[in-house]
């Protein structure tokens, strides 16, 4: 307005950045050199006492001997790399078959009919079973007690015993995880639905899940960072899996390094994930703030 | 006959009486508008005939045959009947053309190119052809309106029913839905329409009908309503509402 034009009339001389807008701009860069630099000076400055604490410490030079030894490392990374390969096996396996059991059960929670009470007793049951026994106990009761039953045909592979054990676990959580979501889409998205004449399988199949679905992606990735982390817990049925590996090295050699190259192994995964997670919720949140009108 | 028929309605909410036997008649090809306060049952009404909410008592009956009649399918009555929400409720991860031809296509079993070459002769019609393949955040709220109307009437209703269907808009944007509204009425649908639009209300319908408190108070045409109210409490809501009578 100061140079007089009128606001909302377009005049036909090009924008000239003006002498107040270059010193505005100068300064912001300004400031934005001078937080890199405190941020940059505060980091350096925790990581060097964080170093100094561990290193002065008295037991310093045993820990690094037993958990920081490059021989042991070297020596024990191929077997659990390879033991790494049967983790991912696992995870990913197990991630098809939660999310299966997790939708049909979310599902099977939301039928109206009463022809179907019975089910939805059982999914109910279900949850709160299986949200409440600690993952590693529940490897056990599979493990052992599934074959122990001596049921024709029933598994006594301990990876694929494992493997239930999770799909168990996880299902339950996961199921959660996709009711919350349906839950979330706005009672008016059904009402539009079936004003519409769609049943209640088409509301959901057409309307509500495909939205429910996009929310939970980002609480399902989290699932999922967990899940590739307790597939160590197979391990204590048997299979050499990553931290099966680790442990056999240690008891061998007396050092502990080798369930360090594990852990390396297992943030090797996770991270990316993390952070593709973070991007995603980022995203959803981005989409929410732009699309106010929505109902 | 009348098309559609309401006798003696009742609605309760937690122990409140929204709608208190209401009877009301409806014509092929009229249409009907409902005023009132916000509050007097005019949503109410609206989502019992679309059977949204059950009623408590009395009954409604389509073409004449009960359709509050527990054994009547809900589904096949909604397939007769259209409806507009106040806050569009278009669904957002479908575009604009999957939005209308999703009912044709999965409810009445239209081919889908069939659907789609009606889809696109309607919004051809309401000046979207351009908008097919946007989502709905997209669409200022004006479009997005006259999309859910377009949507509701691309399975071809017997009767439409449109909630408030510009409360939610700026005013500048209320004048392209009212237009869509009126064309459907020269092609003799039978509407019914809750609003706070007096001056349309007043233009379009061939009965208004005034709410007050759940009780259908007074009805009329609109130059016996809008000009001459026998009731006072009619009288009241119209000054208010219009600052003047």
Redesign the interface.
Known sequence: MTDGTRPGVSSAAPWVKSERQIRREAELRRRSRRSISVATASTLLVAVTVVMAVTASPGWPRVRETFFSPAAFVEAFPDVLRGFGLNIKIFLIAEVFVLVLGLTVALVRGLRSPVFFPLRALAVLYTDIFRGIPTILLVYLVGFGVPALQLQGAPDDPVTLGIIALVLSYGAYVAEVFRSGIDSIHP??R?????????HG?TMR??VL??AV?RVVPPLLNDFASLQKDSALVAVLGPLEALRQAQIHAAWSFNYTPYLAAALLFIALTVPMARFTDHLAARTARRQM??G??? | MSLLRIEGVWKHYHGQSVLRGIDLDVAPHEVVCLIGASGSGKSTLLRCVNLLETVDDGAIHLDGREITDPRVDPDEVRKRIGMVFQSYNLFPHMTVLDNITLAPRKVHGTAPAEAEERARQLLERFGLADRAGEYPDRLSGGQQQRVAIIRAIATRPRLLLLDEVTSALDPALVTEVLGIIRELKETGMTMILATHEMAFARDIADTVCFLDGGVLLERGSPEQIFTAPEQPRTRDFLQQVLGRL
């Open positions: 008016s998205q009402a539009a639905a079936r004003s519409l004449a769609l049943t088409q057409h309307v495909p939205q996009r732009g699309g009108g929505r109902a």
